[in-house]
């Protein structure tokens, strides 16, 4: 398709079960970020990839949470032993560098990934 | 980056002009005004962007204060389906790193 993929659209997993979202960015996009949302909370920033630089991770909230970019292209952020607190609505978005060389900041969202923590 | 001061809400009639304004008294001179929505359930959409000068697409207008302390996104005829979290951010132009939203302002228009 031509927009960002997420999948699962929707996970619900027991306390302690690990979790993997995948998101399949608009293709030529070369930075990829993932944002989470709480129920009725604004956005959160995770974690930044841009083409081979090393990701800002600044954005983590414990160690449990990881995320990797193949290939400069598909992501899959991971959280492990996940928590109740880590129930969210996780969202990917791409952007590309304008054909002038700079970014012209405008991101595009998926439909994002709704975790629920039992 | 710069942050911004945005209302928590602001109600508009349909068919109306909705102005949404912004602060951003810390903008530094390579940052540009950036404006996102968020429609309920769904993920941010980009609306607009500028750096000094008056923007306008499809969507929506901004104007930016000569000082650029300050902007106001005009949606020229609001509709119900402009209700929404509207989220404005600024940030380098040719910026590589994160974009980070802040609580935004939730526009509600009313029939």
């Known amino acids: 398709g031509a927009g960002v993929s997420q999948s699962p659209s929707n996970k619900v997993t027991e306390k302690g079960k690990d979790v993997e979202l995948r998101c399949d960015p608009i293709s030529g996009h070369t930075a990829l970020y993932w944002y989470r949302q709480s129920l009725g909370q604004g956005l959160e920033f995770l974690i930044y990839f841009q083409g081979n630089s090393a990701p800002d991770k600044s954005g983590l909230p414990s160690d449990r949470f990881s995320a990797e970019r193949t290939g400069g292209s598909v992501s899959t952020l991971t959280i492990q032993r996940t928590q109740q607190e880590d129930s969210a609505v996780y969202l990917c978005?791409?952007?590309?560098?304008?054909?002038?060389?700079?970014?012209?900041?405008?991101?595009?969202f998926g439909e994002g990934s709704r975790l629920t923590v039992l | 980056d710069a942050k911004t001061t945005q209302p928590p809400s602001m109600d508009c009639a349909e068919g109306r002009a909705a102005n949404l304004p912004c602060n951003h008294s810390t903008i530094s001179g390579n940052e540009y005004v950036y404006w996102y929505r968020q429609i309920h359930s769904q993920g941010p959409q980009y609306i607009i962007h500028?750096?000094?000068n008056n923007e306008t697409n499809e969507m929506a207008s901004l104007i930016i204060t000569e000082d650029r302390k300050s902007s106001t996104l005009i949606l020229p005829h609001a509709t119900l389906r402009d209700t929404a979290v509207y989220y404005c951010i600024v940030r380098t132009g040719g910026s590589q790193g994160n974009l980070i939203f802040g609580k935004g302002t939730k526009l509600s228009v009313k029939p």
């Open positions: 978005a791409s952007s590309s560098r304008h054909s002038g060389g700079a970014y012209t900041g405008e991101l595009f």
């Open positions: 500028g750096l000094k």
